[in-house]
């Protein structure tokens, strides 16, 4: 397994919002985590990614304890995130955000008086990046400039230049045009194979876009798994479609999400 | 090369040139005022590289300029040693050191909490200065005696001659070549690093950028340049005193980068020669001289944040904006 979580628990105070959380993921798999709003998913991914201490369990990366690891060490390591809500740096360019993430990889953040400018490896490599995004024409727009769904890809982008090993993409498309979305999923799954991600787990509610482009999917409720399987498993549990889609009638409406994909 | 040409660095020339001749057509008195500025620009091109580049804003940033003076007034009145860079040197080197320390401590916090340690520890070098006179000579001060600049003591030549002429020409060159070296750091690997920092550090953690760790050479740097501009400043005063690291020199120097613009490479320069002219001419009309500053500081705020390099840009936007509006009421008359 390339990444493991075992029993992990972690409280908000009183509130539960992670129950004894465990699974665990393999090189090649693309991983859906889904769930009803409060289940505990982005809390999931803050754990595994070392913004929050889980307060029981253990995470594990190639083997190797990562718990209460913070996000620039496991960035080194090769496990990296994308966020929810656009995280970009917005007076930077296009091109300075993804030299930022070049020049961490390459370790030359400590070069106090070496030329930029002149850096033809960072230079190139973010060029390459950013092609592999669609950005490559907006390198000189300033971050906060572009449109939503490109602020997207950026965020996204300059993580894929760290070339991790495992990405987790919180809601990759959240926030964008449905015209949008799967330009952005295709993006991301080329953009993995191209640089040689072994694993994507990704936070999404987009039902189309889960079904779509899952191997697994893990559907949490109340800080506990609820189910765990294929996206064919998943679509005859009726227990988890309810859950998910939380209304009356749910199955049937579920039927309509996911029966388009089928 | 880049800069080159997007930050109009023809202004700069112009302005060093200017600076070249200024002891050949202007007064001692404006030679004078413009070993201050040549100074502060020192000192203000590292408080930038805190405030601007790396989003911290430090109030305490006249300890290391008292650091940089105070060593300068040991080393010609306690120790004889004259030699300038000797003097720079020295101070570059506590400066870091005493940075290195505190600074482990302040940048675990940000926004009011940094800014509040740092005033912190400014006044506790400002107390030590006061109370370990038999050291410092407590609010008196020191003297600081002629430095031998290159070696050479130069002891023969009159004093303003000495401070407009040759020191003038010398801290020039120390203003120039500390731009130069901040203009390459900025512009390099680290200061990309370090916006990155500014303007989101948690995404920048995500990426792997150590932002404490950015933050810490950062505060170190900026405290470099504060000593060197506070040894290049001690010759010009004459006296050192602990008022130099007291918390209003600290403001003062904080004003001088909002009345040039913290968003510009050259605006806090600007601001320490705006400020120092500004005060020198207030100075000679009211002696309130704070109440007018405190009036121009409330106006940059609110209608310039930029400060004065960012009212171009502002002037642009308002025109826009009015050509934008004009066609609208032209279209309702009509």
């Known amino acids: 397994m390339i990444l493991q979580a075992t029993d992990i628990h972690r409280y908000y105070g009183e509130f539960c919002a992670l129950d004894g959380v465990s699974f665990g993921t393999n090189e090649g798999e693309f991983v859906s985590i889904i769930g009803p709003n409060g289940a505990g998913k982005t809390t999931l991914i803050n754990v595994l990614t070392g913004l929050l201490k889980p307060d029981g369990g253990k995470v594990f990366f190639k083997e190797k304890e990562i718990t209460g690891l913070g996000p620039e060490r496991l960035s080194k390591m090769g496990l990296v995130r994308s966020f929810q809500l656009v995280n970009i740096f917005p007076e930077l360019t296009v091109q300075e955000c993804i030299e930022?993430?070049?020049?961490?990889?390459?370790?030359?953040?400590?070069?106090?008086y070496s030329s930029l400018d002149r850096d033809d490896e960072v230079h190139h490599q973010a060029l390459g990046v950013a092609r592999l995004f669609g950005l490559e024409d907006k390198r000189d727009v300033l971050a906060k400039n572009l449109p939503q769904g490109d602020k997207k890809l950026l965020d996204v982008a300059s993580a894929y230049?760290?070339?991790?090993?495992?990405?987790?993409?919180?809601?990759?498309?959240?926030?964008?045009?449905?015209?949008?979305?799967?330009?952005?999923?295709?993006?991301?799954?080329?953009?993995?194979?191209?640089?040689?991600?072994?694993?994507?787990?990704?936070?999404?509610?987009d039902m189309d876009i889960v079904f779509a482009y899952s191997d697994?999917?893990?559907?949490?409720?109340?800080?506990?798994?609820?189910?765990d399987g294929t996206p064919e498993e998943i679509r005859k549990d009726e227990e988890v479609v309810c859950t998910v889609v939380g209304e009356k009638e749910c199955f049937k409406t579920f039927e309509m999400i996911v029966g388009r994909k089928s | 090369m880049g800069w080159f040409k997007n930050k109009k660095p023809w202004l700069a020339a112009i302005f060093l040139l200017l600076a070249v001749f200024v002891p050949f057509f202007a007064s001692q008195y404006h030679a004078y005022l413009m070993l201050s500025f040549f100074a502060y620009g020192v000192v203000l091109l590292g408080l930038n590289l805190l405030f601007g580049y790396t989003g911290l804003v430090s109030f305490g940033h006249a300890l290391f300029v008292g650091i940089g003076a105070y060593t300068a007034a040991f080393f010609t009145y306690k120790f004889s040693i004259m030699s300038m860079e000797l003097i720079i040197v020295t101070a570059m080197i506590i400066a870091a050191v005493v940075a290195a320390l505190i600074g482990m401590i302040c940048i675990r916090y940000v926004k009011i909490y940094f800014a509040m340690l740092t005033l912190a520890f400014g006044m506790l070098f400002y107390s030590f200065l006061l109370k370990t006179y038999y050291i410092t000579g407590g609010d008196e001060g020191m003297r600081v005696l002629r430095p031998a600049l290159l070696g050479f003591g130069l002891a023969e030549v009159p004093h303003m001659e000495f401070l407009t002429r040759i020191y003038y020409y010398y801290a020039l060159a120390i203003l120039v070549i500390a731009t130069l070296i901040m203009r390459r750091i900025v512009s390099s690997h680290f200061g990309l690093c370090i916006k990155a920092v500014r303007d989101n550090p948690e995404k920048a953690e995500f990426l792997g950028i150590g932002v404490k760790r950015y933050r810490w050479y950062s505060f170190v740097l900026s405290a470099i340049y504060a000593a060197t501009g506070g040894a290049l400043l001690a010759p010009v005063v004459g006296q050192v005193d602990p008022g130099l690291a007291y918390w209003t020199h600290s403001g003062d120097l904080v004003f001088m980068?909002?009345?040039?613009?913290?968003?510009?490479?050259?605006?806090?320069?600007?601001?320490?020669?705006?400020?120092?002219?500004l005060r020198d001419t207030v100075m000679s009309i009211i002696p309130y001289w704070r109440i007018i500053f405190g009036a121009i500081l409330a106006f940059i705020v609110i209608v310039a944040p930029g400060g004065l390099m960012g009212i171009g840009g502002l002037l642009h936007r308002w025109s826009h904006l009015w050509t934008q509006l004009k066609p609208a009421s032209g279209g309702k008359t009509v």
């Open chain 1, 100 to 112: 930022v993430a070049i020049i961490s990889r390459l370790g030359k953040g400590t070069r106090f």
């Open chain 1, 161 to 205: 230049a760290l070339h991790p090993e495992v990405i987790l993409l919180d809601e990759p498309t959240s926030g964008v045009s449905t015209s949008d979305k799967n330009k952005i999923m295709e993006t991301l799954v080329s953009a993995s194979r191209e640089i040689g991600v072994k694993c994507i787990i990704q936070v999404e509610h």
């Open chain 1, 216 to 227: 697994r999917i893990i559907a949490l409720h109340q800080g506990k798994i609820l189910a």
């Open chain 2, 257 to 277: 980068v909002l009345l040039g613009g913290f968003a510009n490479f050259f605006g806090p320069m600007v601001g320490a020669f705006v400020f120092i002219y």
